[in-house]
């Protein structure tokens, strides 16, 4: 289900009535607040993709196999959800260049995150969670993963704060990966 009739089907399973204005709110806050995070994204996406060739190549295959080409491509909703790696080359992007740059999280001491990750005190985004190639653009390392966790991979923030746009986002680059490159 979309966004919108989630959010009336939460009000009718909790008896909270959610008025029209309340729901215009939410959609535009999602439209508005997703614009320019998602063209910051996109520059990211560009830049990355003008230094890797075989990555241009993979979702090139990937898009051709999927989407088809030409005037019979399909660039559906269904359909984008359907790109796998350019799925994975979109969170790559974002974890080397989140658009919301100025949230710095580090552990103050060791810990254990809800899904089983281990955090070592000090630990930031870099080399204590993703591994001594951190800072290489490298969306294969997300392949073997369903969709990691929100606290190894606080983009979008986690729990009852995560982005609502999270999915629009993601499925907005990998349209523009899917028809641009």
């Known amino acids: 289900p979309d966004l919108l009739s989630r959010f009336v089907e939460h009000g009718r399973q909790t008896n909270e009535e ?11 806050n999602v439209i508005l607040a997703g614009r320019d995070t ?40 269904d359909t984008m959800g359907k790109l796998k790696y350019c799925h994975c080359v979109a969170l790559e992007t974002l974890r080397l260049h989140p658009p919301v740059t100025n949230d710095p999280r580090y552990a103050v001491k060791r810990d254990t995150l809800p899904d089983g990750t281990k955090v070592p005190a000090g630990a930031g985004i870099e ?37 609502l746009g999270r999915p629009l986002a993601l499925m907005n680059m990998k349209l523009a990966m899917s028809i641009l490159v």
């Open 38 to 77: 998602t063209a910051c994204a996109l520059s990211w996406l560009f830049f990355e993709l003008t230094r890797k060739k075989d990555v241009v190549e993979k979702i090139i295959e990937e898009v051709e196999l999927v989407c088809g080409v030409g005037e019979n491509a399909d660039y559906s909703y």
């Open 18 to 28: 959610i008025s029209d204005s309340e729901l215009r709110d939410v959609v535009m």
């Open 127 to 163: 080399e204590d969670v993703w591994g001594l190639d951190a800072l290489e653009f490298k969306p294969e390392r997300f392949l073997d993963e369903k969709e990691p966790s929100p606290f190894k991979y606080p983009v979008f923030h986690a729990g009852p704060r995560m982005c």
